[in-house]
């Protein structure tokens, strides 16, 4: 059983920064992609940033050129690095993965911006 535990969230200033880590129980070259999600009060859960096994990044327009994902396979880690935050990114952030055919979820954690 996969397992996907995620830390790094907290409250930070507008225009601050924060990372967030997800460290899988094994292996990060079994999946096929990676990726962060986040869900809003109220709202569906929506796809932030995404990274393949061949490295192929994408992210939703709202964070385009302030957030980075990335990875670290000796560390079966990957990263969700947010810059110049903003109140709007306020929400509880979940890691994600994907092996065929089965998707595998951290617990989420809290990001709040505000002053």
């Known amino acids: 059983q996969v397992q996907l535990v995620e830390s790094g969230g907290g409250l930070v200033q507008p225009g601050g920064s924060l990372r967030l880590s997800c460290a899988a129980s094994?292996?990060?070259?079994?999946?096929?992609?990676m990726g962060w999600y986040r869900q809003h009060p109220g709202k569906q859960r929506e796809s932030v940033a995404s990274?393949?096994?061949?490295?192929?990044?994408n992210y939703v327009d709202s964070v385009k050129a302030r957030f980075t994902i990335s990875r670290d396979n000796a560390k079966n880690t990957f990263y969700l690095q947010m810059n110049n935050l903003k109140p709007e990114d306020t929400a509880v952030y979940y890691c994600?993965?994907?092996?065929?055919?089965?998707?595998?979820w951290g617990q989420g954690t809290q990001v709040t911006v505000s002053s």
């Open positions: 994600h993965a994907h092996r065929w055919p089965y998707d595998y």
């Open positions: 094994g292996s990060i070259f079994r999946f096929t992609a």
């Open positions: 990274i393949t096994s061949g490295g192929s990044t």
